[in-house]
């Protein structure tokens, strides 16, 4: 049975995007970097959440909570990392990468 390619999933998705697909609270940015409140757990405090929009990287101070941009989405929803990818693939009407199935291995 082929396998997901997490690391496709999340090279096909933006935080940014992600951010808008939760919608999220506002968040202010400068460049590569951003400051918000949490977008899934503690959401209280307008500068808790630090964003890495280079590395598609978030991580919450008051909660500590944080990871890539498909960690937050399958968060916000609840789901694991495998019903997270498939549900972002169709949210963005992609098709879910698949990893090749590993050659036979040889017996002798």
């Not at 992600?18 to 977008?39: E, K, S, T």
């Not at 916000?76 to 549900?87: E, I, K, P, T, Y």
């Not at 972002?88 to 002798?108: E, R, S, V, Y």
Request: aromatic share 8%; proline share 9%; with cysteine.
């Amino acid at each position: 049975m082929p396998r997901i390619d997490f690391r496709a999933v999340r090279a096909l998705c933006s935080l940014e995007c992600v951010l808008q697909l939760i919608d999220a609270p506002p968040y202010q940015q400068r460049g590569n970097r951003g400051r918000g409140p949490c977008p899934v757990f503690c959401g209280g405090e307008q500068r808790a959440c630090s964003y890495d929009f280079a590395r598609n990287l978030w991580h919450c101070f008051r909660c500590e909570e944080g990871g890539n941009a498909l960690d937050l989405f399958c968060l916000a929803h609840d789901l694991s990392c495998a019903q997270g990818a498939r549900w972002l693939c169709k949210q963005l009407g992609a098709p879910l990468p698949l990893l090749a199935a590993p050659p036979p291995k040889k017996t002798c």
